[in-house]
Antibody, heavy 121, light 110 residues
Framework: QLQLQQSGPGLVRPSETLSLTCTVS??????????WGWIRQPPGKGLEWIGT???????YYSPSLESRVTISVDAPKNQLSLRLSSVTAADTSVYYC?????????????WGQGTQVTVSS | QSMLTQSPSASGTPGQRVTISCSGS????????IYWYQQFPGAAPKLLIY???QRPSGIPDRFSGSKSGTSASLAISGLRSADEAQYYC???????????FGGGTKLTVV
């Protein structure tokens, strides 16, 4: 059973870059048919998809974030990463990494514990 | 403004059957599968239903999903206090080329 452990700073200054890491254990991040996503949740609000990366290396990003976001995989380290540049207070959210498998791009069956990120000076 | 519309709240009594609805459009629910997630306060979401009506391993058959046209529903039978949570629908949107979530429905078991 794959487990996802998130890490990264909880406080980011406005205009700087948010960087989070999701370390996968219990299996390979490069296993067949797996894909990886990031989803966020602003305080008291609903879920917002950030983007997904597939084994091919192809990435899909939310149109509203596409100009500022990069999702990547470091296979030797078994890690998934999120970078979001030029952050503002509107980017304050709990950020989740999630694993998908085979059953369509909306299928996320394992999630990280979430990282509360606050954008503030 | 979410592309999938859910009622903000729903309620039921123990043992009752409740339905949570999700309304979309031809570019999402109308042409793609619907998925449902359950989220408790302070916890990560959990996949409840995938591909309209399929349950992942470990999800009891009290939870069921359906889709018709551009709308979908999640039904919970034999309601329990432990089912009190936030429920989100989700789908792929062809016009955005991305995943869209509903705004969520808070289920209260009274």
């Amino acid at each position: 059973q794959l487990q996802l452990q998130q890490s990264g700073p909880g406080l980011v200054r406005p205009s700087e870059t948010l960087s989070l890491t999701c370390t996968v254990s219990g299996g390979s991040i490069s296993a067949d048919s797996l894909y990886w996503g990031w989803i966020r949740q602003p305080p008291g609000k609903g879920l917002e998809w950030i983007g997904t990366i597939y084994q091919s290396g192809s990435t899909y990003y939310s149109p509203s974030l596409e100009s500022r976001v990069t999702i990547s995989v470091d296979a030797p380290k078994n890690q998934l990463s999120l970078r979001l540049s030029s952050v503002t207070a509107a980017d304050t959210s709990v950020y989740y990494c999630a694993k998908g498998y085979s059953h369509g791009p909306v299928y996320f069956d394992s999630w990280g514990q979430g990282t509360q990120v606050t954008v503030s000076s | 403004q979410s592309m999938l519309t859910q009622s903000p709240s729903a309620s039921g009594t123990p043992g009752q059957r409740v339905t949570i609805s999700c309304s979309g459009s031809s570019s999402n629910i109308g042409s793609n599968y619907i998925y449902w997630y359950q989220q408790f306060p302070g916890a990560a979401p959990k996949l409840l239903i995938y591909k309209n009506d399929q349950r992942p391993s470990g999800i009891p058959d009290r939870f069921s999903g359906s889709k018709s046209g551009t709308s979908a529903s999640l039904a919970i039978s034999g309601l329990r206090s432990a089912d009190e949570a936030q429920y989100y629908c989700a789908s792929w949107d062809d016009s955005l080329s991305g995943v869209v979530f509903g705004g969520g429905t808070k289920l209260t078991v009274v």
